[in-house]
DNA sequence: GCCAACGTTGGC
DNA sequence: GCCAACGTTGGC
């Protein structure tokens, strides 16, 4: 089973925004990058794990777990011209853009700040901290998921 | 194929 | 708002 982590900014979409969704679930639409989309494509499985993570706010950091429920498909929305992610070169028999569906699991007790992962050295080489590193589909180890939860619980 | 210009991400 | 770190684009 696969674990990953992915990037969404609170204001377009939150986590709550997904628990408040029809069966908590949504389709993860709108990634435009190529190493992104080869990961949403050809390496998350039904079932993998996914933390969801609030980029872009004031407090940076790793806010609720959900599942993957449906693996890669075309991301409709690129082909649609009236569409925020429409995008030109992505038609229907010869899709550029892919997406999963995934479901809210639960919310953690408290959001595990980008700051406090950092400072983790158990949690080197964890993408999501490496230098630059500004894809919104990220994986995460089986090693780096467990030390992540075990910062969850309140002191 | 190189590389400068430009756009985007995202922490701070 | 600033700016570093990329990714993409397009001229050559």
Redesign the pocket.
């Known amino acids: 089973m696969g674990n990953w982590l992915f ?1 969404s ?1 609170p204001e377009v979409f939150s986590y709550a925004d997904l628990e408040g969704e029809k069966k908590k679930t949504t389709h993860w639409e709108g990634v435009r ?3 992104a989309r080869n990961m949403l494509r050809d390496q998350i499985k039904l079932g993998d794990r996914v933390f969801f993570y609030h ?3 004031p407090e ?1 950091g790793i806010v609720g777990i959900a599942e993957v429920v449906k693996e890669g498909y075309p991301d409709h929305t690129a082909f649609d011209a009236k569409a925020r992610y429409y995008d030109e070169k992505s038609v229907a028999d010869k899709p550029r853009w892919y997406m999963v569906d995934i479901r809210a699991v639960r919310a953690l007790q408290r959001v595990i700040p ?2 406090e992962l ?1 400072a983790q050295e158990k949690l080197d080489g964890l993408a999501l901290i490496r ?6 589909v990220l994986p995460v180890s089986d090693a780096h998921w467990q030390e992540i939860l075990a910062l969850e619980p309140v002191a």
């Open positions: 990037k900014e990058n190529y190493q980029s872009n706010c940076p980008l700051s950092k230098r630059g590193n500004r894809l919104s």
